[in-house]
């Protein structure tokens, strides 16, 4: 039986950095916020901003802790560098720490309404589900579907604003949310085909992930310019315009950035510039139907 070495104070504190995966949420905090300033635009509460924005926050800690709680076999053989096969964490500190972030967030969105601590509740059994299992199977890209509308919904009803044409981030968001799934599987498509998960990506293989990850984008660009043109949901042309310009030259940069599906280093700036776009198109859409 191996025996653990003890660790430092400050092995410690970087386990713990890494089990956040603070890239990823980093990008999740962006859009919360980008969406929550919306919301609240032009009346800035900023205690009701900072808890709409630090509870998503815990959330997505939470759900990042519990994933590499529930990885730890796999990553002992496919990435030793995670915090947990390196013993800077050890498997129930990660666990404890997930359901810890769980709390923070319940106490973070009391002061807040129902509606956000349902439409959040929502959100976060739709992440743990995709940790516990899901995401080893096709329904992978469901689970992304439905949770990615309900970021830019959460912002909203967070700050007790609702717009007529909320509805349509539903669809818009689905056709992001599988998208963004694709893209974040990219990197692990190999080890995930190696331990059996039918993820969607598996499913489909590199090269037609890459190829639909970029469609879906695309069209999601092309529904909101569809409801722009006939006045479904109405929305200012001069912000709407470079918005979609803007993501039509992502999306090039995208073919660019990773010509060759068995590049394997592209493939996290792929997902990084995929986030990215899919943040500044829906909150592109929403500055103009707000303004």
Not at 14 to 28: K, R
Not at 74 to 88: C, E, M, T
Not at 229 to 239: A, D, E, K, L, Y
């Amino acid at each position: 039986m191996e025996i653990s070495q003890k660790r430092r104070l400050s092995e410690i504190f970087l386990g713990f950095f890494l089990l956040s995966h603070p890239a990823p949420v980093l990008l999740h905090i962006i859009g919360v916020t980008v969406f929550t300033l919306l919301a609240a635009w032009p009346h800035f509460i900023w205690s009701t901003i900072f808890l709409v924005i630090a509870a998503h926050a815990a959330m997505q800690v939470s759900i990042a802790m519990i994933n590499d709680y529930c990885d730890r076999q796999l990553d002992a053989v496919g990435k030793p560098q995670k915090p947990i096969p390196r013993n800077l964490v050890y498997p129930h500190e990660a666990l404890l720490g997930g359901l810890v972030m769980m709390g923070v967030m319940v106490l973070l969105l009391l002061p807040l309404n129902r509606l956000a601590l349902l439409v959040s509740l929502a959100y976060l059994a739709l992440g743990q589900g995709y940790n516990l299992g899901l995401k080893r199977t096709p329904l992978s890209g469901i689970v992304f579907a439905l949770a990615m509308p309900l970021i830019p919904l959460y912002a909203f009803v967070g700050m007790g604003r609702m717009l007529p044409g909320l509805f349509w981030l539903v669809p818009v968001g689905v056709l992001l949310g599988v998208a963004l799934n694709l893209a974040n599987a990219l990197p692990d498509i190999e080890e995930d085909a190696a331990g059996d998960a039918r993820t969607l990506a598996v499913v489909l293989g590199a090269k037609r992930s890459l190829l639909l990850c970029r469609l879906l984008i695309m069209a999601g660009a092309v529904l909101i310019g569809i409801l722009a043109v006939s006045r479904v949901v109405p929305v200012r042309g001069w912000v709407l315009i470079p918005t979609l310009l803007v993501t039509a030259l992502a999306v090039a940069t995208l073919f660019l950035v990773l010509r060759d599906e068995r590049a394997m280093r592209g493939r996290k700036l792929h997902f990084y510039i995929s986030a990215l776009t899919c943040i500044v198109l829906a909150a592109g859409w929403l500055i103009g139907v707000i303004v």
